[in-house]
Each structure stands twice: as structure tokens, then as C-alpha cells.
């Protein structure tokens, strides 16, 4: 026995993290993760700046400030609602029925708007609140009755789209927003100044963050990330925000146009509103307990129950921030197409935000996701479909766009299956 | 090192599900400082044992004792509470969480506002892995996934130790090693031990049973047929233990084996 007694504690060294101490380290962790599996928005990212230099030598004028434009804003829906589902494929569950309960959502917020005057930003409450008393109800008959998600939220797409009807009512099928703070939440534009103001708090906030995390672990005594690693995430920031905000800052009006005072510039709301959106649900994701039982259900809802995580509560809770989202989504859409129809939502709507989130780098096997996923996932499909709609003319036009987008959902899930491969240990 | 009051004692204990009798007045003790291993044939009752330790199962009848008072176990919160865990055979690890997050699942650190206190679990984890000299794990923000099966086990008994636990119950812990991973999740079970835990180690290992233990208790269909230190019995009685219920003078007497025999044909 006294072979094994003599290992004592105390003259071990302490194992932490182990965190890179220069910026080729760190250079090199971060090849070995993607070499491990862990290769998280890698896809995305060179994907989008493929479908750049594809599209940008395919046609002329690509790569021009207007459609650089469109494309943020025509993204705005699928991001949004793909943002939501990002919480949902984390625990292995699908929802189905988000694009129609978003836009039953908005038509519900549009009708309040429209026909009873009510001022935007209870209309914008009353959208989120039916989104939120939808998912759930999805996320009861989920966890609580136990009915696989598919099959609830295959109803609930069916059934919505019903509601969907009612609620516009069937007469006109067609409700138009005629409040110029809903009509402007996907075509607004900040003013040049404000574009700028957003700029710098996104800069401080950000330096904020990283210098207390730096600070937090000093105080522990832990190693952190070298110092030029973090100037140069700042640096890259600041140069690339404001590249960003010049560019959208460039008045496209015409001279005429703005001797009159017309003026097209700015920086899409959409982008203040999505950067929002993905702080505050990143935050929850990562820096909450309930984030991290999030993931923990998703990994193995067996572990999470028997460390007495509230498994069925956080299984309802992922439906109703879906449904919330898909509502913001919904928002986002009706205010792209000045109005909610009772075809909205519907479609390839919902499946083109899964393939957002899932291009993005989040898996549909649950445990493996985040949420700025559907933020890359959602830019690279909405590079895709403008350049291919500008780029593929002709009878059979949207044929071959809805062939490509489908092979590029399965090229992504491809990628994810084979990287829960290479992840898995071998000993 | 060793104490004469045990920590846990267990007296008399009968369970049965329905007709069936699982467990007919067993005793049973664990020492700090100690590991005592709990031997047995399939259906001897060890995880009913167990389970009935950690609360998830409920005593018919017996007396459960902790620190030398009576208490009264009604779930696994209860054991907890009183700082028994137990390590149960499939682990309960998440595979997408790194080591950290898995040894804090479920009772995370918050700091001041209510955030996740990640410099501080690190910190602990850390220190936690460094005490049982755990020199296998490179960083303790790998992901579970890429750890090997001792890894893992080391990971999975850490987390029980990590709070202040005085009772750790580990259940086969070395059933699915090679050779090596098994040497290194035995020193760290030996090392527990020697921390001043009362360690329970379940197994149908004889040689991680010999290896290892102070003491061993050999269940037999549902009966402690006995209770002895390492030192007094040999492999060979101690599978006699386990086969047949008696070995030589030691054991049930010989009218209690024959008849449990036949009950159970």
C-alpha cells in the first residue's frame, strides 16, 4: 500500500486552463480546437467572404453600397428568428411553427396598431407577449405532456396559420402598418451621427468587459489573455466598426436629391437592434446560470436532472424565447413587406432561419451552439439568395436558387456531422 | 488513522420491492480515512445498498446512522446535505460542458451580480484536481468529450469531493479502464482516503479490491455475510464470500446460505 500513499497533495501543481501566453499561441490553441471539431463559426465566416469574391467577380456592381444594404436588411427576419431557434436546436428540439407564430405575432401587434391605436412600442410589447404565450403552450405540450417537439410544432404550423387568418381577419387577408416607427424597423436609417454615437458605446462596453474579465482572473490568479491579443480584438473592432459606419454613411441620393434635402445614409437600424439582441442573449446563454443549464439539458438532461437542474422548466423556457423571437422576426418582416398577409411566415420561412443557425455552427443534435451563429449564418444565406437572385435570371430562376440553398443547409450539416466526429476522443 | 465510530453505519436495514426481498437485515459501516469496498454477485443487493445510502430508495425497516445520530434519508438531497455523494457507474457528465462547468453543474458560483463567477470555479476546480494530484488533465477548460474514460472518472470523483463531501460512494469505478487509467483512478481512490474520506468503492475487481481496501463487506443475496478488515481474509476467501456466502469459519452459517439458496431457486 505505501506505493500509492505517497502521492501527497500539495507539491501538485495547480492545473488551470491552459491559456496562451502570446499571440502565436493563442494563434496555435485555436487551430488545434478547429482540428478537434470545435470549429464553431469557422464555416460561416469563410463562406461569407467566398460568396464575396464569388459573387463580387460574377457581376459587376456587387459589391455596391446599396446592395451591401439590402442584404443586412433583407437579413434581419432570418437572423432574428434564427437567434431564437439557436436556444431551441441547443437542446436537441425543433421548432417548426416559429415563422408562422412570429408573423400571427406580428399581425396581432400590427391589428393593434392599425385598429385600435395603440402607440408602437406596446403594439412591439403586444407582438412579443402573444409570441411568448405561444411558445408556451408549444413548450408545455413539450415537456410537460411529452409530445416529441416535431409533431407539437408541425401543429402548431398548421394550426397558426389558421390563427394567422383570424387574426387579420379573412376579408381583406392583408393588414398594412401604417405607423412609421413599425414601417421603419427593417428600411430605417440612423442618422450619420448617431451611426457614429453606437460606434464608440460599442467600443467602450466592449473594452469594459474584456478589462474586468482580465481583472477577474488576475484576482484568482489565473493566467489570462496575453494583453496584445485583446488590443488587437479592440483595434480590429474600431477599424472595422468604423469602415462600416463610413461606408453606410455615404449619401446614395442624387444631387437633385439632396439639394431638396433627400437623403439615403445611414446605418440600418437593424444593426443597433441585432446587436442588442445578440449581447443580451449571448449574455444569458454564457454568463448566467441559466445559460450554462441550458447547455447542460442539452448535453445530457440525465446529468442536468441529477444535478438538480429544473429540466422540464428550462425545456418550456427555450420554446417561449423562441416564439418571443420569432415575434421580433415577425416584426422585422412585416415592416420589410409594409404589412402582414396571411401567407406570411409560411414557406421556407422557419427553414431557412434552421439553416441560418445550422450554417452558423450550431448543431441540430442539441449541446453545441451560440447565438451569434445566426447572426454569420443568417449574412452568408442572405449574400447567397441576393447574389444568386441577381445573378441566376430566367424562367427557371428561382428553381435553381431553392436547389442551392437546400445543398448549402446539407453542406453545413455535413460539416457538423463530421465535426462531432472528429471531436470525440479516441482512447 | 482509523476510527472506531464509524461515520456511516447502517443497521437491520430490510427493503423489498413487492414480494421480492432485496435486502434482509443488512449491516453495514463505513470508516473515515478508509476505503471499504462492498463485494457481491450480481443481485447481492449492492446497488440497492447503495441506492438506499444515497436515498434515491427507501428504507423498509433499520436504522440509519451518520455521525453516530439517527437520520432520516428521503432523497438525494438529504444524503447530499449530509455530504455523502455518489459516483454512479454512467457518470453524468455533460460531454459539450469542459471540466469546470461539469464540476459545478447544477450548484454554479455567482458573483456580485448575479453572473457566473468563472475566475473563482476555475480557480477551485483547479485546486480541487491539484489535491487529489491529478496530473492526467492538461486544462481544466477542456471539453469532456475529448477526455479518455480514467479522465472522465477522475473528473466525475472530483466533483464529488469537491464539497467538503464526507462520504464518497464510487460504483465500478474501474469496470470499463485499460490497465493504466485503472492504476491512476485506484491511487486517486487510495488518495481520497488518505484525505480523511470515507470512501466506499463498489466492485466485482478482486484485485482493485485487494489493492486498494481497508475493509470489505461481502453482501450474498441480500445478506452482509461478513464484514472484515483486508488484512484478515485472502482472495480466496473472499470470493468464497461472495460465491457461496461462508468461507472456513467466516460468513453466514451454513442452515442461512442453504436455505437463502433455495429460496432463490
Known amino acids: 500500500m505505501s506505493e500509492m500513499t505517497d502521492s501527497r497533495a500539495g507539491a501538485a501543481p495547480v492545473v488551470t486552463a491552459a491559456v496562451p501566453r502570446s499571440l502565436g499561441e493563442s494563434f496555435y490553441n485555436y487551430r488545434q480546437r478547429v482540428r478537434t471539431g470545435e470549429i464553431g463559426a469557422l464555416p460561416a465566416v469563410i463562406g461569407i467572404v467566398l460568396l464575396l469574391i464569388i459573387f463580387s467577380f460574377a457581376q459587376t456592381g456587387f459589391l455596391s453600397l446599396s446592395s451591401f444594404i439590402s442584404i443586412l436588411q433583407e437579413s434581419a427576419p432570418t437572423i432574428t428568428l434564427a437567434m431564437g431557434l439557436v436556444f431551441v436546436l441547443l437542446l436537441g428540439e425543433i421548432d417548426l411553427s416559429a415563422g408562422v407564430v412570429g408573423s400571427t405575432a406580428a399581425a396581432f401587434g400590427a391589428i393593434l396598431s392599425v385598429k385600435h391605436g395603440i402607440a408602437w412600442p406596446l403594439a412591439i410589447i403586444g407582438a412579443a407577449a402573444f409570441g411568448a404565450v405561444a411558445g408556451s403552450l408549444l413548450g408545455w405540450l413539450r415537456a410537460r405532456i411529452g409530445i416529441p417537439s416535431f409533431v407539437v410544432t408541425l401543429a402548431a404550423f398548421i394550426s397558426f396559420q389558421g390563427a394567422q387568418i383570424l387574426v387579420i381577419g379573412s376579408s381583406s387577408g392583408q393588414v ?51 494583453m496584445s491579443l485583446l488590443v488587437l480584438r479592440i483595434g480590429a473592432l474600431i477599424v472595422g466598426g468604423a469602415i462600416f459606419v463610413y461606408f453606410c454613411n455615404v449619401d446614395e441620393a442624387l444631387t437633385w436629391q439632396q439639394r431638396q434635402g433627400i437623403h439615403i445614409r445611414g446605418v440600418p437600424w437593424v444593426v443597433p437592434i441585432i446587436a442588442a439582441m445578440l449581447v443580451v442573449l449571448s449574455f444569458a446563454l454564457d454568463k448566467t446560470r441559466y445559460g450554462r443549464h441550458v447547455y447542460a439539458v442539452g448535453g445530457n438532461d440525465e446529468a442536468a436532472r441529477r444535478a438538480g437542474i429544473p429540466v422540464r422548466l428550462i425545456r418550456t423556457s427555450v420554446f417561449v424565447i423562441c416564439s418571443t423571437m420569432a415575434a421580433f422576426s415577425g416584426l422585422f418582416l412585416a415592416s420589410e413587406l409594409n404589412g402582414v398577409n396571411t401567407q406570411e411566415g409560411g414557406g421556407n420561412v422557419l427553414l431557412l432561419a434552421v439553416a441560418a443557425a445550422v450554417i452558423g455552427g450550431t448543431s441540430l443534435m442539441g449541446g453545441r451552439g451560440r447565438v451569434v451563429d445566426a447572426v454569420l449564418g443568417g449574412l452568408a444565406l442572405a449574400i447567397l439568395q441576393y447574389g444568386m437572385s441577381n445573378l441566376i435570371k430566367g424562367g427557371n430562376a428561382s428553381a435553381y436558387q431553392y436547389i442551392i440553398t437546400g445543398i448549402v443547409l446539407l453542406l453545413a450539416a455535413a460539416v457538423d456531422a463530421l465535426s462531432r466526429h472528429a471531436g470525440r476522443s479516441t482512447s | 488513522m482509523n476510527q472506531n465510530e464509524p461515520i456511516l453505519r447502517m443497521r437491520g436495514i430490510t427493503k423489498s420491492f413487492g414480494p421480492v ?48 445520530r439517527p437520520v432520516k434519508v428521503h432523497g438525494p438531497r438529504d444524503s447530499a446535505a449530509l455530504g455523502i455523494e455518489i459516483v454512479y457507474q454512467d457518470l ?174
Open chain 1, 176 to 226: 398594412s402598418i401604417g405607423d412609421k416607427i413599425l414601417l421603419q424597423l427593417d428600411n430605417g436609417r440612423l442618422s450619420p451621427v448617431l451611426g457614429w454615437v453606437y460606434l464608440v458605446i460599442a467600443v467602450v462596453a466592449y473594452t469594459a468587459v474584456k478589462l474586468m474579465q482580465v481583472n477577474g482572473r488576475r484576482r484568482q490568479g489565473l493566467a489570462s489573455e496575453p
Open chain 2, 21 to 68: 426481498s432485496v435486502l434482509k437485515g443488512v449491516d453495514f459501516e463505513a470508516h473515515l480515512g478508509e476505503v471499504t469496498a462492498l463485494v457481491g454477485d450480481n443481485g447481492a443487493g449492492k446497488s440497492t445498498l447503495v441506492k438506499c445510502i444515497g436515498g434515491t430508495y427507501s428504507i423498509d425497516a433499520g436504522d440509519y446512522l451518520f455521525e453516530g
Open chain 2, 92 to 265: 453524468a457528465l455533460c460531454d459539450n460542458l469542459d471540466i469546470v462547468q461539469n464540476m459545478f453543474l447544477g450548484r454554479e458560483q455567482l458573483n456580485l451580480v448575479r453572473t457566473l463567477d468563472e475566475p473563482s470555479m476555475e480557480r477551485l476546480a483547479g485546486e480541487t484536481l491539484a489535491s487529489l494530484s491529478v496530473r492526467t488533465v492538461s486544462s481544466v477548460r477542456q471539453k469532456v468529450a475529448s477526455l479518455s474514460g480514467g479522465q472522465r472518472q477522475t473528473v466525475a470523483i472530483a466533483k464529488a469531493v469537491l464539497w467538503n463531501s464526507k462520504v464518497v460512494i464510487l460504483d465500478e469505478p474501474t469496470a470499463a479502464l485499460g490497465v493504466a487509467q485503472t492504476a491512476e483512478v485506484l491511487r486517486l481512490v487510495r488518495n481520497l482516503a488518505d484525505q480523511g474520506l470515507a470512501v466506499i468503492l463498489i466492485s466485482h475487481n478482486m484485485n482493485d479490491v485487494l489493492q486498494v481496501s481497508d475493509r470489505i463487506a461481502a453482501l450474498y443475496l441480500g445478506q452482509m455475510a461478513a464484514l472484515v478488515k483486508r488484512s484478515e481474509v485472502t482472495h480466496t476467501q473472499i470470493v468464497e464470500l461472495i460465491t457461496a456466502g461462508r468461507s472456513g469459519n467466516l460468513g453466514l452459517p451454513l442452515s442461512t446460505t442453504l436455505s437463502s439458496n433455495g429460496a432463490a431457486l
